[in-house]
């Protein structure tokens, strides 16, 4: 039965993390446990731009509508881990959060223009 206990515990990391408590940071960021999670495959705006707080509570309302699973893809430059999210054997899709934002997203902000003088 020891035995049996200690192959379970053993094998328990292997697949995705299950149960998993979290909170939406933004649209694309979950803290879970603790650990920040950036969600691989959505591209929300962020808090300061439009769509922003509305891309967050959908997030929000996701996760908070069944069981969360993680599956951990590795880390970014920032220290995050980067995961599929999964909600109730779900996964988590960009038409979930709303419009896509960032890269290939059209910019509004003064820092994303260049005027050579």
């Known amino acids: 039965m020891r035995t049996l206990l200690l192959l379970l515990a053993c094998?328990?990391?292997?697949?995705?993390?299950?149960g998993?408590?979290?909170?939406?940071?933004?649209?694309?960021t979950l803290v879970c446990n603790h650990q920040k999670v950036?969600?691989?495959n959505v591209y929300?705006?962020?808090l300061n731009q439009a769509g922003g707080p509305a891309a967050k509570r959908r997030l929000q309302a996701l996760i908070a509508s069944g069981e969360v699973t993680?599956?951990?893809l590795g880390q970014d430059r920032?220290?995050?881990?980067?995961?599929?999210?999964?909600?109730?054997g779900r996964r988590i899709e960009q038409a979930d959060i709303g419009p896509r934002a960032g890269r290939g997203a059209q910019w509004h902000y003064d820092r994303h223009y260049h005027v050579r003088r």
């Open 70 to 72: 993680l599956r951990p």
């Open 20 to 28: 998993e408590r979290c909170i939406a940071i933004d649209g694309d």
């Open 78 to 88: 920032y220290g995050r881990m980067l995961a599929e999210v999964y909600v109730s």
């Open 38 to 40: 950036r969600l691989t």
């Open 11 to 18: 094998l328990g990391p292997l697949s995705g993390i299950a």
């Open 44 to 46: 929300a705006a962020e």
